[in-house]
T-cell receptor
Framework: DTGVSQDPRHKITKRGQNVTFRCDPI?????LYWYRQTLGQGPEFLTY????????KSRLLSDRFSAERPKGSFSTLEIQRTEQGDSAMYLC???????????FGSGTRLTVV | KQEVTQIPAALSVPEGENLVLNCSFT??????LQWFRQDPGKGLTSLLL???SQREQTSGRLNASLDKSSGRSTLYIAASQPGDSATYLC????????????WGLGTSLAVNP
């Protein structure tokens, strides 16, 4: 297991298009988190899963955002009808029960033009 | 509500100096505290994890301490090198927040040759 993997690394899309990102966590980790980070800011929590259940979703997340984690393994984050304000780094992390530290992926940088 | 503050926001030092980065948090009910490094446009790399029952952790030239009662952690970097230039982020694993990470805004470090 080589850590948390995110795909793609970079995505440029036109405003109004839909995009989907994928995250593959460390296999032993039952928790998976999505964060968003803009320049000069700390990561902003979006949502997290424990196994396949989505336990919490930030109020900052509009209805255009949806995340899934089928079978409790990889996760996808979809943004519909992208806006320029969605441009950010989208980070995925995994942990075991949130107790023993978090491991982050390299992130997906989204640019909406 | 847990809040995390990092001081200073930016630091510029000559190569070879020992330096201290500070992190403070308002609620001592934490599971652990984690220090991360972030290079420009990249994801987050975990440096050190300190469990709430521990006082410090060391890895190479890095030493992190935790004083839970006073709500403080420090990251000590010995004999700094230009390759240490990055943003250093402190994140608290908040017991009162379902074990989500609460982030500081980071310290941007520049080590000059």
């Amino acid at each position: 297991d080589t850590g948390v993997s995110q795909d793609p690394r970079h995505k440029i899309t036109k405003r109004g298009q839909n995009v989907t990102f994928r995250c593959d966590p460390i296999s032993e980790h039952n928790r998976l988190y999505w964060y968003r980070q803009t320049l000069g800011q700390g990561p902003e929590f979006l949502t997290y899963f424990q196994n396949e259940a989505q336990l919490e979703k930030s109020r900052l997340l509009s209805d255009r955002f949806s995340a899934e984690r089928p079978k409790g393994s990889f996760s996808t984050l979809e943004i519909q009808r992208t806006e320029q304000g969605d441009s950010a780094m989208y980070l995925c992390a995994s942990s075991f029960e949130g107790l023993y530290g978090y491991t982050f992926g390299s992130g997906t940088r989204l640019t909406v033009v | 509500k847990q809040e995390v503050t990092q001081i200073p926001a930016a630091l510029s030092v000559p190569e070879g100096e020992n330096l201290v980065l500070n992190c403070s948090f308002t609620d001592s009910a934490i599971y652990n505290l984690q220090w991360f490094r972030q290079d420009p446009g990249k994801g987050l790399t975990s440096l050190l994890l300190i469990q709430s029952s521990q006082r410090e952790q060391t890895s190479g030239r890095l030493n992190a301490s935790l004083d839970k009662s006073s709500g403080r952690s420090t990251l000590y970097i010995a004999a700094s090198q230009p390759g240490d230039s990055a943003t250093y982020l402190c994140a608290v694993n908040d017991a009162g927040n379902n074990r989500k990470l609460i982030w500081g805004l980071g310290t941007s470090l520049a080590v000059n040759p």
